[in-house]
Structures are given as C-alpha cells and as structure tokens.
C-alpha cells in the first residue's frame, strides 16, 4: 500500500504563494504519474495537475496554468505544486494523487492512490 503525505498547505493572503509537497510512504512507488486535485466547499473534486515521474511531462489545467507549477524531485521521492498569485477562488482542499500509468492524466479514476488533503484558505 503506497501512502501520500501532504504538506506545505495554510493561509494566504490573495496574491501570495504557497508550495505543497507530496511525499510517497508505505510501498516504494515506481510509478507512473503523480498529480494534484482541489476540492472547495460545495464543489466536485476537480483537476489541478499532473507529472509524469519518469520523463517530466506536465498537464495543467487551463484555470491555473499561468499561475501554478507542477515539479517532482526524483531524489527526493516528492512532488510539488508551486501556487502563486493565489485568488480567493483557489480556496479549497487539495489532494495529492499517484497513479501506476506514466500518463500525467486528468481524470481522477485514473489515480490509485491518494493523499488525505490540505487546507489551502485565500483571504481577499
């Protein structure tokens, strides 16, 4: 069983920046893709951005894509999102996601496993 452990989440103030961190635990993971999903309040669980692990390639959604970057450190075994520019909207839980495809796929049925969340609250 591999587990996700999120970090780096908190509060912002519009315009600021954060960096979360996914660190896979448990069962090496060899994978695949990792990606990253957000969840706000009354919301479906929607797609922010996947990495393939092996080559680098990303997927970004159009909402954040000039705002956000997705990056892994093969070393380290640990991915990130770096989010800047934050908006109110940006509010939400965020998830991280592995997946044994190479694929950095946007959909969430693709994902074998995944992270418990982390808090990521915009203030205007």
């Known amino acids: 069983q591999v587990q996700l452990v999120e970090s780096g989440g908190g509060l912002v103030q519009a315009g600021g920046s954060l960096r979360l961190s996914c660190a896979p635990s448990g069962r090496t993971f060899s994978g695949g893709a990792m990606g990253w999903f957000r969840q706000a309040p009354g919301k479906e669980r929607e797609f922010v951005a996947a990495i393939s692990w092996s080559n680098g390639i990303t997927n970004v959604a159009d909402s954040v894509k000039c705002r956000f970057t997705i990056s892994r450190d093969r070393v380290k075994n640990t991915v990130y999102l770096q989010m800047n520019s934050l908006k109110p909207e940006d509010t939400a839980v965020y998830y991280c996601?592995?997946?044994?495809?190479?694929?950095?796929?946007?959909?969430?049925?693709?994902?074998?496993?995944w992270g418990q969340g982390t808090q990521v609250s915009v203030s205007s």
């Open positions: 996601a592995a997946a044994t495809t190479s694929q950095p796929l946007s959909v969430q049925w693709k994902y074998d496993y």
